[in-house]
């Protein structure tokens, strides 16, 4: 592989092949992995499964179980990186209810929908929404391709055609993501 491009390519096309798969019955580990055995091996207790939709257990594919060891309260605020199909952030999301937040993040939007799919099949809404990935017009609007570079972001006149190339090669790279901190006043010994 050649550069970071290409190796994001590569292992987004390969989970979302992977993801496809589950959807007809022909996961990674074939049957069994559908009926949710594989996330049982990984430390994913069956009660806490059938609390979740069949399609984030289906398209799990982590190896292991975060949740029972991040002693997630109500209220924290929880990043789940590599979030996938969601089995992580629906557990963390259900401990952090009523007024904690969960935020998702994964390598492409097609790596996401899944997980708000699945979020939304869950009924949860502490979840996944204040993310907006920029595709190439509206970058090209962002910059002002049509007014020759006089929006709001500075491109201080640029061509056009750079402002369109500069638009082309970013477009769904460059993304407004929300995040909320907060301080506890908790101390750790």
Known sequence: ???PDEIRRTVSEAYASAVEQTKTGE???SGSASEGILTTLVGYGREVLVSLPVDA???SFGCGNPVALAEIREGDTVLDLGSGAGIDLLLAAKLASP???VISVDMTPAMVEPA????AAARLTN???DRLTYDKAQLGALLGADDGGSCCCGSGGLPKAVILRMASELGGKVASIRGEARKTEEVIP
């Open 1 to 3: 592989m050649n550069g």
């Open 127 to 129: 979840i996944i929404r």
């Open 27 to 29: 996961g990674c580990c």
């Open 116 to 119: 708000r799919a699945n979020a």
């Open 99 to 101: 007024t904690g937040k």
């Open 57 to 59: 257990v289906r398209s």
